[in-house]
């Protein structure tokens, strides 16, 4: 056990709030047309920020899927340019993956786990002890490149954590006609690697067993499988009408206690926070929210020739043509 | 050559009717089911929520949850899945969420779904029909706008349709269930929400290539969403006294070689336009068939007007890609004034 | 327990000698440029021919990789037909998969099992009681549609049985660098159905396992894990030189005793089969597999035009072309 | 644009050796390895076996099983490992043991391999080399014989080269792991063991297409395994007075345009020949190129000499589908009688 220091659980509550705020202000900006979409985090805060507490930046690697805002957040990731993703300015987001130590965003559900791998055997072939953290949803444990990806994380001993955010959905499919047996933690047995089922809502314990995974796994002892128990308070996406396929008083029912309302009470309680900081940390939302906003609105459309870069190293003489046809046809 | 017969819909009082083609598809759907106990539909969130799309809206209720159901989140276990059902005699229509997402389900299409006729000697038939909601044109993010068809149409064993409207989209949807061979049928998803007219009763024909606009300076062959914008361009044309014949190709596997070269044998001149990268694309074929039947009548090489070379864009910078009307007349008028040198 | 009939074990010996013998004699044939290549079963006859014997071919079907032959010779399958596979007559083998219950041979590692699946749940539709055996392999379970298929048939509790012939080797690659943790049978329960270990080397007791599954299944109980544990005697296929990966001694040790010589041992000794039985099958199998190989020689080659049969039900314009073209190119 | 500059192998000493196509490759893969210590090579049985054809033979020998490993047996974890390894700053060159089983790994290598830089806005980039065994001709079964150039070609992101011959086999190889984008290497298998001289010391260009015989009256592009046959039927026509030019595309993405044109500008007739089944063959990429930018001076139609579309057959069927030099010479003789109507 790694007890956290006051300042720590502070930090821990502060991110919370921030993601939360954020995360409702984009529903917000998705309504009044500033985002195109975007797939909101509610209710998974203490997943998220648990785990990314669990993260060393200086070594480790994360690999989200496209939920992971909160990680983001929580990583310090540069927050406009991982936005970029939702707004339609860059897919993936334009946030810089290496200094951050976080990958574009995914959205092919599964991909990301076999990378993570590949990045952890690195590790053990130069002889580091940066940890990969592949983010994975109930949804993508049914896929099989994350099985392929878990058996090749064994069979190497490799240092690799599957942080399942068990969130109950996959869009409109419960978990009870996603996951064979019930369970995406037992998995881990067939692997031959412990798999630790954890109270997602509650942030301490995610973070404990994220410590003690990744620990695990830095040890040279191999990977952990993480399976986050929460729930997807809000719709898939901004798009999503999940009155089609489950009510409100199952929402109620099943969502259980909110995981900030939660926290709160106990560090309250605990005399980790007092009011005076949850003042301090909601007069400091405020103006950090209106800021992504206005940076946000003011984010300059790309420009069209950008689609012909990156695509190789060089242009190829191919796309100087259709760059040029590109210019000519873009005269419209 | 992949002529069916369609039968006649139990609901057709006043045959003519005004529908979207997200509707048209879903009561070729429901018309489907009722019309033959072995057709299933199945895929991610095509039950409870009748998919992202509402292409199967209400089919889950009137048809109970034996014959259209969700999966697990696993496109490959779905078309696996559809192989043994084909092979226990259903006919599966199942569903990939977007047309990117066919891409973990490649094997199973290509190696199993495409041969198992084949392989069999004929013994284990493939009536599947893949829907795979297509293209890009509604600012998608990575993976959800993709242009699949040059994929398909190499793989012998696999029939491949997609229609430009919601007649078509009624109709070529109930002949791809009924075909008994396996076809992926690619739907424009930004048309969806498109409405025209549907006579559910008749087909007026399902096979091949269909002349949309008749003209005779120039021939545009296109299909799926691009069909529209073809039209346009047509019509914009017209107004400069340039009439275009537009031919929607429909079956983009095996390809209505004769229409096409009809009209082209007729017109000297031709324009083949979609979204998917242009090298290798369905595009390539089409000139090359063109150039191959008429090379003596042609008056310019033909030109493909097409997505560049680049991954398909996501969010605004998709328009960059999708050839627009402007870039359509571009390719006309380059191949009109094409003078031998 | 449904104890075999003195009948029963006497079919089971015939159907392993003949499996043994056939598999011999095909690899003598392959030397002898008779067949191109072939995946010898050696060793596995006990976890073939004792798995065939739980298959109810009046309901069941068989979803086999390539190395089931002593699966396919104890089913019945039409033996030339099956072999058409392997002499190069047609891939998959001209049998009828659908007259055995047997599907053509699969040469994607890990594709049959959805198949199985599929089929397993068109039998639950229809309100029939047949049950899908998918044949796979040790490597055949580090695939992702292999994960894939588990997790549907969990999820649906299908009547569906993964028998797992863990003979230890893909080609070169021992159990250690495949399968993470070490058991296959492990995996199971991660999809919450049953995974039972049986010696894929005791015919009596593969048998056994097979029918519990078989039944289970039947019962609406849903899927079985089955692995087999046995022992891959021979090369991967007459082409592969084992000697590169493996020594003499390791296949010695760790081969174990041949399934043949202790089942006859045990037989002889409980009186189910005597040496006048021994000498009967001994007789017929020599004619059986002089039979077999002048009809393997005599098979008339395959017109060139069967290439374009069976691609569609119909041949398409473009393919009547092409078969013109191509009579006129035959010409050579 | 695929120019790189080859590292001067240590082992030259006489610079010109008889190799074939697997030694050449075995040693451009261990002058790799010598080379560069971020060099890594994985795949199903590529480690103690040295691979099934033997490719990557003694290479975990001499460098160990961290730099030259076996995989568990599922190719989409494998080219995913390699995405990793990339972005852990290695130099992945994975293996896929057949053409066919590429498939299951089709989604990581078109959705992540292909557009990791894109994605990451060139933060991320992929110097993968992915080895697959290519083409048919050793009457292998299914899935063991399959061309698969057009679903890569059609991919941007991606490069796709393929040899013809032991020198560029080793020197292509070379400058594929060498170059900073991802490349699908395809090696004709049916090839493996043909000798012919190499020289590791000068690769004499490694970018582009390659003029591998002059000729005046008609051009042939071909690449990979068919590279043989096509000399062949240029031989058989020289005997006739017909002088072809053949022109060896290698790299099959990008293509080499330039050269092709040039080529056919001089020749005014050519016939493209692959493997590959017809319809969205690389074949219709390479005809609508030329008919394009040669439409005056083509004396006839783009012939196009290919595989039929039918799924590619096994055993002794495979000789049916595989491009004859019979085959090739009626393509010939075809062009050089068209005339005009
Ligand atoms: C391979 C693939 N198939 C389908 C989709 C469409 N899709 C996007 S999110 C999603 C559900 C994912 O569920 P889960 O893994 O539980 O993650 P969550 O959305 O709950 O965070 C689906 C089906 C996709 N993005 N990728
Ligand atoms: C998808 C795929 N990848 C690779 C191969 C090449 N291959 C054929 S058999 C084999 C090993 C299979 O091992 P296992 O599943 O244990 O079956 P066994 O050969 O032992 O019966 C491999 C790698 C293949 N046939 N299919
Ligand atoms: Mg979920
Ligand atoms: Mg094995």
Same mark, same amino acid.
Request: hydrophobic share 45%; with cysteine; aromatic share 4%.
């Given at each position: 056990m790694s007890e956290p220091t006051r300042d720590q659980e502070r930090d821990l509550y502060r991110k919370m709030a921030k993601a939360r705020a954020l995360d409702i202000e984009l529903v917000r900006w998705q309504r009044q047309g500033i985002i195109p979409a975007f797939p909101p985090s509610l209710g998974q805060e203490a997943a998220q920020v648990g785990m990314a507490a669990a993260i060393d930046q200086t070594r480790d690697f994360a690999f989200p899927m496209y939920r992971e805002m909160g990680v983001a957040l929580a990583l310090d990731v540069d927050m406009l340019g991982y936005l970029g993703n939702h707004n339609g300015n860059w897919n993936g987001g334009s946030h810089d993956p290496m200094r951050h130590r976080f990958t574009p965003i995914q959205s092919v559900v599964g991909s990301n786990s076999p990378h993570a791998v590949g990045w952890a055997l690195g590790q053990k072939l130069d002889g580091l002890d940066g940890v990969a953290v592949a983010f994975v949803g109930d949804g993508g444990s049914s896929q099989g490149d994350t099985h392929e990806a878990m058996n090749f994380a064994g069979v190497w001993n490799l240092p690799v954590v599957f942080f399942v955010t068990n969130n109950q959905w996959a869009i409109s499919v419960p978990l009870s006609e996603q996951v064979a047996g019930g369970s995406i933690a037992a998995r881990a047995a067939g692997y031959g690697f412990p798999g630790v089922e954890v109270d997602g809502n509650d942030v301490l314990a995610v973070r404990q067993a994220g410590l003690d995974a990744m620990a695990r796994a830095r040890r040279g002892e191999g990977p952990t499988l993480i399976e986050a128990k929460t729930y997807r308070r809000g719709p898939h996406a901004t798009s999503d009408d999940p009155g089609r396929y489950r009510t409100l008083e199952e929402e109620r029912r099943d969502g259980g206690e909110d995981p900030i309302t939660r926290y709160r009470s106990s560090a309250l309680e605990r005399g980790v926070i007092d009011e005076a900081f949850l003042a301090e940390v909601d007069a400091e939302i405020v103006p950090w929210l209106e800021d992504i906003r206005t940076h946000l609105i003011n984010l300059p459309p790309r420009d069209g020739s950008e689609i012909f870069e990156n695509v190789y190293a060089e242009l190829t003489s191919d796309l100087v043509e259709q760059r040029a046809a590109w210019s000519e046809g873009a005269q419209a | 050559m992949t002529d069916t017969q369609v039968i006649q819909p139990s609901t057709a009082e006043t045959s003519i009717e005004l529908l979207s083609v997200q509707q048209a598809l879903n009561r070729a759907l429901a018309d489907e089911l009722a019309a033959d106990p072995r057709v299933l539909i199945f895929g991610e969130d095509v039950g409870t929520l009748g998919g992202v799309f509402r292409v199967t809206d209400g089919l889950q209720a009137r048809f109970g949850k034996e014959r259209v159901f969700d999966t697990p989140l696993a496109e490959a276990g779905i078309l696996g899945t559809a192989v043994g059902l084909a092979i226990a005699g259903f006919k599966p229509v199942p569903e990939v969420q977007f047309d990117g997402f066919s891409y973990p389900a490649f094997d199973q299409i290509v190696s199993q779904v495409a041969r198992y006729r084949y392989r069999s000697r004929g013994r284990m038939t493939m009536p599947i029909t893949l829907r795979v909601p297509s293209y890009g044109g509604i600012r998608a993010p990575e993976l959800h706008g993709e242009s699949t068809e040059t994929f398909w149409a190499h793989v012998a064993g696999l029939k491949v349709v997609s229609p430009s409207n919601a007649h078509d989209a009624y109709h070529l949807l109930r002949a791809a269930i009924q075909d008994p061979d396996p076809v992926i049928f690619m739907e424009p998803k930004s048309r969806y929400w498109q409405k025209s007219e549907v006579d559910v009763a008749n087909s007026g024909g399902t096979s091949g290539a269909k002349i949309v606009r008749p003209g005779k300076h120039l021939t545009i062959i296109s299909w799926g969403a691009m069909l529209g914008r073809a039209v346009q361009a047509a019509e914009a044309a017209a107004e400069?006294? !340039? &009439?275009?014949?537009? !031919?929607? +190709?429909?079956? +983009?596997?095996?390809?209505?070689?004769?229409?096409?070269? &009809?009209?082209?044998?007729?017109?000297?001149?031709? !324009?083949?336009?979609? &979204?998917?990268?242009?090298?290798?694309? +369905?595009?390539? &074929? !089409?000139?090359?068939?063109?150039?191959?039947?008429?090379?003596d009548t042609l008056r310019a090489p033909v030109e493909r007007v097409t997505g560049y070379d680049v991954p398909t864009p996501s969010g605004p910078l998709e328009d960059e890609q999708i050839p627009s009307v402007h870039r359509i007349l571009l390719g006309v008028q380059k191949v009109l004034e094409y003078r031998r040198g």
């Open positions: - | 400069d006294g !340039v &009439e275009i014949e537009v !031919v929607d +190709l429909r079956w +983009l596997s095996p390809i209505d070689t004769q229409t096409i070269v &009809e009209s082209v044998g007729r017109t000297r001149r031709a !324009v083949v336009v979609h &979204e998917a990268a242009r090298t290798a694309g +369905l595009g390539a &074929e !089409v000139s090359a068939r063109i150039t191959e039947h008429c090379f």
